[in-house]
């Protein structure tokens, strides 16, 4: 009788030993891929979350308004509130909600614990017919990881020369023409210098006056 043909035990194994290697390849190759996938994703978020905050701030700093926001002890008007990690003014709120008045914008460094500091803004709303101001929902935390840096402005003295860089806006009965914001952030994230004319001071960007042109303001980086 002829022997009947199939594969030895030996054989078996050698095929299962070489699946178990194609499976493990390809196991590592798609850990790989996804990892590479979340890294990327991860990346692209933390971008946007830096440029849509650059946006904001840089469109409500523009947009500044010649408001009053308190009175100092002489009765003067206090237009805007600025130190190394806060500033308050008044801004126009966004079109679609342009009906319901100004709002006071205040932006600030606060501490996170262990995750360093964070940067929020709170908007509060400042009713036409004087009456009590409403927050606009809870504050807004426009980038974390935080681990260096703050807020810092720029005038014009009476000459209408360029004043120096201030960590803390001494005239507060006046706007300043140039707020810069410099951070340093965790991982490595980027945050590129922010400095932004406002609108009332305009043409603090324009002429033999450019309070931006070859200037920086003091705090984090050359």
Do not use: C
């Amino acid at each position: 009788m002829k022997r009947a043909a199939g594969f030895t035990l030996l054989e078996v194994l050698a095929a299962l030993a070489l699946l178990s290697l194609l499976l493990l390849g390809v196991y590592s190759g798609v850990r790989s891929a996804t990892h590479t996938v979340k890294a990327g994703t991860k990346k692209i978020e933390q971008l946007d979350d830096v440029r849509s905050a650059q946006m904001f701030l840089r469109r409500e700093l523009e947009q500044a308004m010649t408001q009053a926001i308190a009175r100092d002890e002489n009765g003067n008007n206090i237009y805007f509130i600025g130190s190394s990690n806060e500033m308050r003014f008044v801004a126009p709120l966004p079109g679609y909600l342009g009906q319901l008045g100004p709002q006071l914008v205040d932006v600030k460094l606060v501490s996170a614990g262990d995750k360093g500091k964070q940067l929020v803004a709170s908007l509060v709303l400042l009713p036409p017919d004087g009456s009590k101001p409403k927050p606009l929902g809870a504050p807004q935390v426009l980038v974390d990881g935080v681990i260096d840096g703050g807020f810092s402005y720029r005038g014009l003295n009476q000459q209408g020369q360029p004043m120096d860089w201030q960590s803390d806006w001494k005239y507060m009965g006046n706007m300043p023409n140039v707020v810069t914001i410099k951070l340093a952030l965790q991982n490595g994230r980027e945050w590129p210098q922010l400095s932004a004319p406002l609108r009332g001071n305009a043409a603090a960007s324009q002429g033999p006056g450019n309070l931006l042109r070859g200037l920086r303001g003091p705090g984090v980086g050359p």
